[in-house]
């Protein structure tokens, strides 16, 4: 099973790894009423271009939020292709480690060759601590860790990728991931066994995992796993006006929230500001937002944590059937997800859950007596006795009975047809010799 799962290419849904599929068909983006940026003032100085270009901090509530809490005591795991040293992430990285097997031990050294900067780009948009107060990039949970965790995302390996997710995945919650972000798709709806018991124990653990949707651009025409597994909040991808975005972003009912996918900043591998696209960007503007939450309510379980930035969601409206495929719930709003009060609490995750669905459709293993346990035997009641023969002499013999029913019944039927057959036969010789004695004429 995870040696063909493994032979399944997965894509960085960046925009920057095709895959080789059929040209995806064209995405029509209903008309829909985007909320409008909002109309409060930055609490930050607006005169670096980066801090500029970073358009979602102000209209997605992020600033807003930040006059709660920045994520300080939460620690988001990057599972991608590892996060470099750039200045902007000096300080931010608590602990790390590879499992592609040619990364570096603490994750800090990126995987592969075409997509080498994904980690760092997802982690700098997460938790990215800027240059200085006012310049360069700053991570939506600027306050928060991140865990460095290096994969072979779209790179040879001579470790399955399945296995490695399902490693790094139980590695990040042992070591205190609060959030985790998953910025990759399979194109494919099912997922490798092995993911089962990785992606339940972080729900078991009280983490929100947070997976991007996966982009058009890239050949993924609707959600994939990780995205479809029950319980992970996926993201979907706009444009800086809010509209589903047709190249950097899909469609599925699997979708929880939107955030923006084109038009992003990240730092690359070298501490570039680059600019990029993709819901690989918008999954860990949603995991800072995660982050934030968790720092300003600290009471709340995993569950309630994606109840809240579901419910605060700003609504798309005029979309059709096709507007909650796009857009899940709605625009996300940090300030909302952070500060708003009257919310509900709630018993399940409403996203789903994994360990139902894995009752329902895997099969059942047989239970194993735990090590040491005997296994009682079962008890049969004893069969009832055997009733006592009716003669206890030999068969050879004649019984009582054989001779009441069998012999009598015999004779008395016999017995007149021997008489019987002897009066005809002594009846036809005395006419057969009154014949021979009559004389012929």
Do not use: C
């Amino acid at each position: 099973m995870i040696r063909r799962a493994a032979a399944v290419l997965l894509a960085l849904v960046a925009g920057s790894l095709v895959l080789p599929a059929a040209a995806p068909a064209a995405l029509a983006v209903p008309a829909v009423s985007a909320p409008t940026p909002s109309a409060s003032p930055s609490p930050t100085p607006t005169g670096d271009p980066v801090r500029l270009a970073e358009y979602w901090l102000k209209d997605y509530g992020i600033e807003e939020a930040w006059k709660t809490t920045k994520g300080a005591g939460q620690r988001i795991a990057v599972i991608d292709t590892g996060v470099a040293h750039v200045p902007e992430l000096d300080g931010a990285v608590a602990d790390g480690t590879d499992f592609s097997g040619v990364g570096a031990p603490d994750g800090r050294t990126p995987v592969g060759v075409k997509d080498i900067n994904h980690g760092t780009l997802v982690a700098s948009v997460a938790v990215g601590r800027g240059t200085g107060p006012d310049t360069g990039m700053i991570g939506v949970a600027p306050e928060a860790d991140v865990l460095a965790i290096s994969t072979s995302l779209g790179a040879a390996a001579s470790v399955p990728i399945t296995k490695q997710i399902a490693e790094a995945m139980k590695w990040a919650v042992d070591h205190g991931a609060t959030v985790i972000n998953l910025s990759f798709t399979t194109n494919t709806l099912t997922w490798d066994q092995s993911w089962d018991d990785a992606f339940q124990y972080a729900f078991d653990h009280d983490v929100v995992v947070v997976v991007a949707a996966g982009n058009r651009g890239s050949g993924t025409k609707s959600v994939g796993a990780p995205a479809t597994i029950p319980g992970v909040l996926t993201v979907a991808g706009v444009d800086p006006k809010g509209v589903a975005s047709e190249r950097s972003s899909t469609q599925g009912i699997t979708i929880g929230v939107a955030a923006p996918s084109e038009d992003l900043r990240g730092v690359d591998k070298d501490g570039k500001v680059i600019s990029w696209d993709g819901t690989s960007g918008a999954a860990p503007i949603v995991a800072g937002i995660v982050a934030l939450v968790r720092a300003a309510h600290p009471d709340l379980d995993a569950n309630n944590v994606i109840n809240r930035i579901l419910v605060t969601a700003k609504p798309v409206t005029g979309g059709g059937n096709l507007t909650q495929a796009l857009y899940g719930h709605g625009l996300v709003d940090a300030n909302a997800a952070v500060n708003a009060t009257g919310i509900a609490s709630v018993d399940e995750n409403p996203m789903g859950s994994l360990k139902d669905w894995v009752k329902l459709y895997r099969r059942a293993a047989a239970p194993t007596p735990t090590p040491g346990q005997s296994v009682a035997p079962v008890e049969i009641e004893p069969l009832p006795a055997a009733d006592p023969p009716l003669n206890g002499g030999t068969p050879l013999l004649p019984s009582r009975d054989s001779i009441l029913y069998g012999t009598v019944p015999l004779i008395a039927v016999t017995l007149p047809g021997i008489l019987v057959v002897l009066g005809v036969t002594a009846a036809a010789r005395s006419i057969r010799s009154a014949r021979s004695r009559t004389p012929s004429k």
